[in-house]
Nanobody
Framework: QVQLVEFGGGLVQAGGSLRLSCAASGRTFSNSNYAMGWFRQAPGKEREFVAAISWSGGNTYYADSVKGRFTISRDNAKNTVYLQMNSLKPEDTAVYYC????????????????WGQGTQVTVSS
C-alpha cells in the first residue's frame, strides 16, 4: 500500500505563491517506481489534471491553464513531490490532490491508484 499526505495549502492573494508538498510512504512505494500527479477540484466541478512527473523526474507534464506558472518536482530520497505555484489566480482555488501510479505518468485521474486526502488552496482577488 501507498500512503500520500499533502501539505502546504492555504489562503493567498492573487499574484502570490504557494508550494505544495506530497509525502509518500509505504513499503510498496519504497520498492517500486511511482510516477506522481497533482490534480485539483473546485466546488461544483470535476477533478482536473494539473501536473505530473515521471518516476525519474525526467519528464513533466502540465495543464495548459498552469503552464509557465506551476512547476512540479520530486525528491526521491525524501519520497516527496512538490508543486510550486506562482502567479496564482482566483480560478486556481480548489482542493489539490496528489496521486501515484507505477512508472508512467498520466494526465488521466482514472490511471492513478493512490490518492492523498487533499489540501485546500484559496486565492483571493
Amino acid at each position: 500500500q501507498v500512503q500520500l499526505v499533502e501539505f502546504g495549502g492555504g489562503l493567498v492573494q492573487a499574484g502570490g505563491s504557494l508550494r505544495l508538498s506530497c509525502a509518500a510512504s509505504g513499503r510498496t512505494f519504497s520498492n517500486s517506481n511511482y510516477a506522481m500527479g497533482w490534480f485539483r477540484q473546485a466546488p461544483g466541478k470535476e477533478r482536473e489534471f494539473v501536473a505530473a512527473i515521471s518516476w525519474s523526474g525526467g519528464n513533466t507534464y502540465y495543464a495548459d491553464s498552469v503552464k509557465g506558472r506551476f512547476t512540479i518536482s520530486r525528491d526521491n530520497a525524501k519520497n516527496t513531490v512538490y508543486l510550486q505555484m506562482n502567479s496564482l489566480k482566483p480560478e486556481d482555488t480548489a482542493v489539490y490532490y496528489c496521486a501515484a501510479r507505477v512508472i508512467y505518468a498520466s494526465i488521466a485521474a482514472r490511471d492513478y491508484n493512490y490518492w492523498g486526502q487533499g489540501t485546500q488552496v484559496t486565492v483571493s482577488s
